[in-house]
T-cell receptor
Framework: GAVVSQHPSWVICKSGTSVKIECRSLDFQATTMFWYRQFPKQSLMLMATSNEGSKATYEQGVEKDKFLINHASLTLSTLTVTSAHPEDSSFYIC???????????FGSGTRLTVV | AQSVSQHNHHVILSEAASLELGCNYSYGGTVNLFWYVQYPGQHLQLLLKYFSGDPLVKGIKGFEAEFIKSKFSFNLRKPSVQWSDTAEYFCAVNSFQKLVFGTGTRLLVSP
C-alpha cells in the first residue's frame, strides 16, 4: 500500500509557458502533501506543504506566485510552475503521508526542462 | 531550523565490505528519523524509520540504523554490502511536521 503517483515524469516547455504537475495518492487519503525540488547532485529541498482545502505553506525563499499549489482533494495536489524560465529546470518530487505513524511516500518525480 | 548533515558524500566499497553512513541532526526535540534510498533512475524508497522505542532499527535489505540521542545521530549500517546496494542514500528528519533531508551519500559498490 501507500502508493503516490506523479505525472508527468518529464516535460519540456518553452520559456514563458506554465506547466502543471500532478501528485496523487492512489490507495490512501493525504490531508497533507509536500513538494520538493532536487537540483543535480544535491538533496531534496522542501518547497511547500500542500494542505487539502486550504492554502499551501511555502518555505522561505520560494515564490508562491511562481509555484502555485492546489490541493483540491484528499488524493490530489498539483504544482503549477508559472511563466517558466530555464532556471526553473529541475527535478520536482511530491510526497504524501498516510498518518503521523507512517513514513513519507514519494512520487517518482517530474523532470522539468525549460528551453 | 532543523538541519541534517551527512558527512560522507561519496563512498566506494567492494562487495562484502561493511557500510556505515553517518547522519547528524541539529534540533534536539522530539524527532522522527528516516533513511531513504534512491536507486539510479528510480524514486525515493523508505529503508527504515525510527519513531520511538528500541533505538536500533532494522529495515529492509539488511540495513539497520542506530539512534543515539546524546549524539544527535542516526547512522545507517549494513554488515555486508552487495553490488545492488549502489544508490544514493538520504537521511531525513521529521520535525514540526516537515521532512528535512541531508545532502545524500552516493554509494558505489564494486563487484
Amino acid at each position: 500500500g501507500a502508493v503516490v503517483s506523479q505525472h508527468p515524469s518529464w516535460v519540456i516547455c518553452k520559456s514563458g509557458t506554465s506547466v502543471k504537475i500532478e501528485c496523487r495518492s492512489l490507495d490512501f487519503q493525504a490531508t497533507t502533501m509536500f513538494w520538493y525540488r532536487q537540483f543535480p547532485k544535491q538533496s531534496l529541498m522542501l518547497m511547500a506543504t500542500s494542505n487539502e482545502g486550504s492554502k499551501a505553506t511555502y518555505e522561505q525563499g520560494v515564490e508562491k506566485d511562481k509555484f502555485l499549489i492546489n490541493h483540491a482533494s484528499l488524493t490530489l495536489s498539483t504544482l503549477t510552475v508559472t511563466s517558466a524560465h530555464p532556471e526553473d529546470s529541475s527535478f520536482y518530487i511530491c510526497s504524501a503521508r498516510r498518518g503521523i505513524n507512517y513514513g513519507y511516500t514519494f512520487g517518482s518525480g517530474t523532470r522539468l526542462t525549460v528551453v | 531550523a532543523q538541519s541534517v548533515s551527512q558527512h560522507n558524500h561519496h563512498v566506494i566499497l567492494s562487495e562484502a565490505a561493511s557500510l556505515e553512513l553517518g547522519c547528524n541532526y541539529s534540533y534536539g526535540g522530539t524527532v522522527n528519523l528516516f533513511w531513504y534510498v534512491q536507486y539510479p533512475g528510480q524514486h525515493l524508497q523508505l529503508l527504515l524509520k525510527y519513531f520511538s522505542g528500541d533505538p536500533l532499527v532494522k529495515g529492509i535489505k539488511g540495513f539497520e540504523a542506530e539512534f543515539i540521542k546524546s549524539k544527535f545521530s542516526f547512522n545507517l549500517r549494513k554488515p555486508s554490502v552487495q553490488w545492488s546496494d549502489t544508490a544514493e542514500y538520504f537521511c531525513a528528519v521529521n520535525s514540526f511536521q516537515k521532512l528535512v533531508f541531508g545532502t545524500g551519500t552516493r554509494l558505489l559498490v564494486s563487484p
